[in-house]
């Protein structure tokens, strides 16, 4: 009886380690998370683009003020991830108030 328990207790983990390794994988991916500063940067770089053919108005005045105050959320190094997400949101308040949507 006692040498079934060893047996078992070592055949057991073995048989669980021979099956992950030789069953393929079929769990799903989860896809990479996207570092808070390329998306910042993304947003900033699609705004500055944007920005060039849109006519002087109030909007284009608040949406300038919008990413300058993004930038500077999304790229300080000692700002906590909400803070990064907060310059994220606004840097989408900005491009919808040129008129651009914002991609995700």
């Known amino acids: 009886m006692a040498y079934r328990r060893v047996l078992v207790s070592i055949a057991a ?18 896809a990479q998370p ?3 500063s390329d998306r ?7 705004f500055d683009e ?6 002087a108005s109030d909007d284009l ?4 003020r919008l990413r300058r105050t993004a930038a500077q ?17 606004d840097l989408q308040d900005a491009l919808r108030k040129i008129g651009v949507a914002a991609t995700d």
């Open 13 to 30: 983990p073995l048989l669980i380690v021979t099956a992950a390794l030789v069953l393929p994988d079929h769990a799903p991916k989860m």
């Open 34 to 36: 996207v570092d808070l």
């Open 40 to 46: 910042c940067r993304a947003l900033i770089d699609t």
């Open 50 to 55: 944007a920005v060039k053919s849109v006519p």
């Open 61 to 64: 005045t608040a949406a300038q």
């Open 73 to 89: 959320e999304c790229f300080d190094a000692s700002a906590p991830d909400f803070m990064v997400e907060s310059g994220i949101e």
